[in-house]
């Protein structure tokens, strides 16, 4: 949508787009991937995005597969240029024995399934255990941790899946323990993510054992303002007094997962104390000693980062998780594919916020009018009206923008009628249904 964007306000271009989609809803991570108790950043994106889409020269075309129903070398041949912004479906992996005990999940498939993404709606994830372990201390792991111990009540006003508000009813989880391989000072999370734990009713935070040192620490000397913010916060937020607290979020830095242990299920994560050293060139790794612990635990999600995966018919960085390229141009051993980009996660990798896929885009889209400029696109050999009879054709359940509006409608009904801002269609064959309800009975008639 951001690289849509950049190309939609250059005044100077002649432009058409087709935004194609593989799921029938537009949005990726903003709709599947954003925290649903943070809707003020749905909000204010989805008005943007919102305002891109319904520009005449955009044609949103949900419900089709790159790979499935529409190769990358057709691409080529349809359009002057491609730009892939796939994003990250896989994750990374601890790589320790027991990883794949059922109970031992990735947080991307957790929060695919608490946001209702239709590939894990149905997802049957355990939360009969007192203790959850979050591996990491990014803003995946916080956000997982906040869902884990909030109010059932305060997420029956969010856009929450239905599957996961009825999961977490239920749930028995009364600690979620974070672990970080390195120290406090080197923590991953953000600020806002951190201070937001501040305001969870009855959970205490905690950090464990001497994991807090004081002011005077020696780590601190040459640390930046937002690391001394997050120190700050970390101290308040284990000082502040609880009287009988619901949860407990517990931090436990200078720890490494080591082994999963149980009998057909997860039940037990033994961990290893680390210390921090410095290599050759002066920098900070977590060294790991011989001081080990065994925790008791019915759920383990591990949080260490996002991976893009392989693409159909295009070449793929297996050390970095992202299709090759050259600043955005899609390149195979270094040698440029004419006219084929890429942009966001898949591109750099999975770092960075929301706003940073912005400035990803531009980069992309300068390249994309630099090789404009100088010839380097191919004109395409059919129009669009063709693209679009022969992708009707193969995929007769393709969603439009007034199809996509549709769900929209039905989904903000029904969260209006609860006191919620939408209640998530999450299942493909319902969000299908719901697009083509209204052109079905339209048809019909017809005849």
């Known amino acids: 949508m951001y690289a849509a964007q950049h190309l939609l306000e250059r005044s100077d271009l002649a432009v058409e787009i087709d935004l194609y989609e593989r799921l029938p809803t537009p949005w990726g991570l903003v ?39 529409v190769r990358p070398a057709e691409l080529a041949e349809w359009y002057d240029a491609a730009i892939y912004a796939t994003g990250a479906a896989s994750d990374t992996r601890m790589g320790i024995p027991g990883e ?68 977490l009813r239920d749930s028995r989880v009364r600690e979620v323990v974070l672990l970080g391989r390195r120290g406090h000072l080197q923590g991953a999370f953000a ?30 000397d040459g640390a930046d303002w937002t690391t001394r913010r997050k ?37 037990q994560l033994l961990v290893a104390r680390n210390r921090l050293e410095r290599d050759a060139g002066g920098r900070l790794f977590a060294a790991a000693t011989e001081e080990q612990e065994v925790l008791q635990a019915g759920l383990v999600l591990r949080a260490i980062g996002y991976r893009g995966d392989p693409f159909p018919g295009l070449p793929f960085d297996t050390r970095r998780g992202v299709i090759a390229n050259l600043g955005g141009r899609i390149a195979d051993d270094g040698k440029v594919w004419p006219g084929a980009y890429v942009t966001g996660w898949i591109k750099r990798g999975c770092r960075g916020i929301i706003g940073s896929n912005k400035r990803c885009a531009a980069e992309t889209v300068a390249a994309l009018l630099e090789d404009r400029a100088v010839g380097r696109l191919r004109a395409p050999e059919i129009g669009r009206d063709s693209v679009l009879a022969i992708l009707r054709d193969r995929q007769p359940e393709l969603v439009r923008l007034d199809g996509w509006r549709r769900i929209d409608h039905a989904e903000r009904s029904a969260g209006r009628e609860l006191g919620r801002p939408r209640r998530k269609l999450t299942r493909t064959g319902e969000l299908l249904a719901c697009a083509a309800a209204e052109q079905g009975l339209h048809q019909e008639s017809s005849r």
């Not at 308040?236 to 149980?262: A, C, M, T």
Request: glycine fraction near 6%.
């Open 231 to 267: 120190l700050d916060t970390l101290k308040r937020l284990v000082r502040r007094p609880s009287s009988n607290p619901r949860k407990r979020i517990i931090f436990r830095f200078l720890s490494s997962p080591v082994e999963i242990v149980g009998n057909g299920r997860v039940e």
């Open 100 to 167: 794949e005990l059922p109970g031992c999940w990735a947080a991307r498939e957790f929060v695919s399934f608490y946001n209702g993404h239709p590939d894990f709606a149905d997802l049957k994830i355990d939360l009969q255990s007192e203790r959850a372990i979050v591996v990491g201390n990014g803003n995946v792991a916080l956000d997982v941790a906040r869902i884990l111990t909030m109010p059932v009540a305060e997420l029956e006003r969010t856009d929450i899946s239905d599957q996961a508000l009825a999961a």
């Open 191 to 220: 600020n806002p993510e951190l201070e937001e734990l501040e305001h969870i009713p009855g959970v205490e935070v905690t950090a464990e054992g001497e994991d807090l040192p004081d002011d005077d620490d020696v780590m601190l």
């Open 31 to 69: 709709r599947a991937g954003v925290a649903p108790d943070h809707p003020e950043k749905k909000l204010v994106i989805d008005r943007q995005f919102s305002f891109a889409l319904q520009d005449s020269r955009l044609r949103y075309l949900g419900n089709v597969e790159i790979g499935r129903d």
